[in-house]
């Protein structure tokens, strides 16, 4: 072998092992840089995860709702105003699975077992109340309102669950719970400056609504106007200085209609008298705003009509009085056909009362109210389904879709009227 040859040899081996060994580096990199790529998207992924509000959630990324009820268990009763008459509770599911998400401004419906102070005998009653934080991750909390009773009416309890709640729901207890549901919640579709009113225990879905927002970090500009005697029933009060001591974008108005000797203008409160239109007027920037509204019928009553007088579009308007009672949004009153009004004929056949229809009343269950009928009613609203009862004959036509699963020769009261004679087992 010449030496030439030779030296082609080695200079060939060199060269196989310099590219092996530059393959298997080039190898090597691959992997590693494949292993950073995937701990940098896992973080990625945590990081879009955690942290986002679950009020941001879209409706597949959230646990989905349960049907029927479902038992939760009380952690926590805190007493929310110096008068002691507003109690949160705060609740976590018993099978520990995760909670879904909610809009806020929704509610939860509660069954419970009461004793009925007249009979003694113990009665299923269906109640919903607003949920009052931002949606979270492993709790609901709900804000109840101790109700007295009114003076001369034995047979009629407005406060019973809520007075059961305050008498009877202690810390480690159970309750049976609807998922949330109803339609008055915070839309979100468009970014317009928000206002809220609440009156007395109406603050509730406005708390739920102002903390979502604010702690999704939102912009929009939130104006809160909350109504209440004084400072002995005055809710969540550090909540909401906290709240606007933390956010520049959060404007809060606190309207005392009775303060007391200790209650200070412009130290405890801002405004003497009601939430009105005036008020509003005076302070709210001229500019486009969406508007709730929670409260007494009174208010509703008033000041609803007033915002729509005021120029507020329709679809601006988003309220809900007492109880919760979702209403259906105002309508311009459609011209009728005029064709001669038929009287029609609503018989309770339990109550053995038979009563003709008036077209002004907003429901059956309204109806039956009105007259004395006992009728089971939760949320007003289609949803819970505590108000239904058997047609024995005639039909009904419903305001709106019923949310509540209805069974076959039934009807839910609170949102359907009569379409012609017909008879209620109630
Ligand atoms: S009261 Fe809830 S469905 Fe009628």
Not at 9 to 31: E, N, S, T
């Amino acid at each position: 072998m010449s030496t030439g040859t030779l030296a082609l040899i080695i200079f060939v081996v060199i060269a196989l092992q310099v590219g092996v060994f530059a393959l298997v580096a080039l190898y090597r990199r691959k992997q590693e840089l494949k292993e950073i790529g995937s701990q940098e998207g896992a973080s990625q992924a945590d990081v879009e995860k955690s942290p986002v509000s679950p009020a941001l959630l879209t409706e597949s990324e959230t646990t989905t709702a349960w049907s029927g009820f479902r038992e939760f268990i009380v952690q926590h009763r805190v007493m929310e105003d110096k008068a002691e008459s507003i109690c949160s509770f705060y609740l976590t599911p018993a099978d520990g699975q995760p909670l879904p998400s909610f809009k806020p401004g929704q509610f939860l419906t509660f069954k419970l077992q009461i004793k009925d102070p007249v009979s003694g005998e113990s009665k299923n009653i269906v109640r919903c109340y607003s949920l009052s934080d931002s949606p979270q991750l492993d709790y609901y909390r709900v804000s109840i309102k101790r109700v007295p009773a009114p003076a001369g009416h034995p047979g009629f309890q407005p406060g019973r669950s809520s007075n059961y709640f305050h008498d009877h729901v202690q810390e480690g207890m159970r309750l049976s719970v609807k998922a949330p549901s109803g339609h008055f919640y915070l839309m979100e579709k468009e970014p317009l400056p928000v206002v809220l009113v609440g009156g007395g225990i109406g603050i509730t879905p406005m708390v739920s609504i102002a903390n979502a927002l604010l702690n999704s970090g939102s912009s929009r500009e939130i104006w809160l106007f909350y109504g209440v005697r004084n400072s002995a029933d005055h809710a969540m009060k550090e909540h909401l200085q906290s709240l606007q001591q933390a956010h520049k974008n959060f404007h809060l108005h606190l309207c005392y209609s009775r303060p007391i000797e200790q209650d200070i203008e412009g130290n405890d409160y801002q405004h003497r008298g009601h939430v009105d239109i005036n008020r509003l007027r005076l302070i709210l920037p001229l500019k486009r705003h969406q508007f709730y509204v929670c409260g007494p019928r009174a208010m509703m009553e008033s000041l609803v009509p007033a915002l729509e007088e005021w120029g507020v579009a329709n679809e601006d308007i988003y309220y809900e009085s007492f109880g919760p009672a979702t209403l259906p949004k105002h309508k311009k009153a459609k011209p009728q056909a005029s064709k001669p009004v038929e009287a029609i004929t609503v018989t309770f056949s339990k109550s053995g009362k038979s009563v003709t229809w008036n077209p002004d009343a907003e429901s059956l269950l309204a109806l039956a109210e009105d007259n004395d009928i006992d009728v089971d009613s939760g949320c007003r609203a289609g949803s819970c389904g505590s108000c239904q009862t058997k047609l024995e004959s005639g039909g009904v036509e419903y305001n709106q879709e019923p949310d509540a699963d209805v069974e076959a020769g039934h009807c839910l009261l609170c949102i359907s009227k009569p379409k012609n004679n017909l008879t209620l087992t109630a």
